[in-house]
């Protein structure tokens, strides 16, 4: 069975501090995406990657940057996390090979919780 | 920008009856339209898509309809089970972009 994991389900982490979320995927999708989602506001997307070593911002860029040094993994930093910040992230992967997208695959969810 | 939008945000449906929910979408190009199925604690997956050289699609009891006039698509579900109870989105492929513009939601209650 095809999956996206992601590293943590749960992580509490103070204001101000450092924060990585793990993603890897195991189909050999070239993209990959970040989406936060809070209640009443759906999904956000802040970054996605079409390649290795490639990012793009999404809509909700600020605070955050990531990193895709390799096809299989793309991780979302919290440069200095703040309250604003606590939520569900959901990492995806897809593929669109010969010009065709295809349906993304979700992770199950890191619920972050800044204190 | 372009935009999905989706009605109703909540729907509330007796057992055994059928539910339809419904996406608008701005871009003319769009040419893909996934929906989700989101339960509780988990990430949203995959349930049934449709693209635009169809204009329905069925899978068991769901199915999707799309209008590429009315730049409309509908997920239907029929005979609607406890287990249906979650949250769906519906999205559009963004243009030649590969990436998909995201409905904000529907919570579907299935009542015993």
């Known amino acids: 069975d095809v999956k996206v994991t992601q590293s943590s389900r749960y992580l509490v982490k103070r204001t101000g501090e450092k924060v990585f979320l793990e993603c890897v995927q195991d189909?050999?999708?070239?993209?990959m995406f970040w989406y936060r989602q809070d209640p009443g506001l759906g999904l956000r997307l802040i970054y996605f990657s079409y390649d290795v070593k490639m990012k793009e911002k999404g809509d909700i860029p600020e605070g955050y940057s990531v990193s895709r040094e390799k096809k299989e993994r793309f991780s979302l930093i919290l440069e200095s996390a703040s309250t604003n910040q606590t939520s569900m992230y959901l990492c995806?992967?897809?593929?669109?090979?010969?010009?065709?997208?295809?349906?993304?695959?979700f992770g199950s969810g890191t619920r972050l919780t800044v204190v | 920008g372009e935009n999905v939008e989706q009605h109703p945000s909540t729907l509330s449906v007796q057992e055994g009856d059928s539910a339809v929910i419904k996406c608008t979408y701005s871009?003319?190009?769009?040419?893909?339209f996934p929906w989700y199925k989101q339960e509780l604690g988990k990430g949203p997956q995959l349930i049934i898509d449709?693209?635009?050289n169809v204009g329905e699609k069925k899978d068991q009891r769901i199915a999707v309809t799309l209008n590429k006039t009315a730049k409309h698509f509908s997920l239907h579900i029929t005979e609607t089970q406890p287990e249906d109870s979650a949250v769906y989105f519906c999205?559009?492929?963004?243009?030649?972009?590969?990436?998909?513009?995201w409905g904000a939601g529907t919570k579907l209650i299935i009542k015993p």
């Open positions: 449709i693209r635009s």
């Open positions: 871009d003319s190009a769009s040419n893909y």
């Open positions: 189909m050999d999708h070239e993209n």
């Open positions: 999205a559009a492929s963004m243009g030649s972009n590969y990436q998909l513009i």
């Open positions: 995806a992967s897809s593929s669109s090979s010969e010009g065709m997208l295809r349906g993304y695959t």
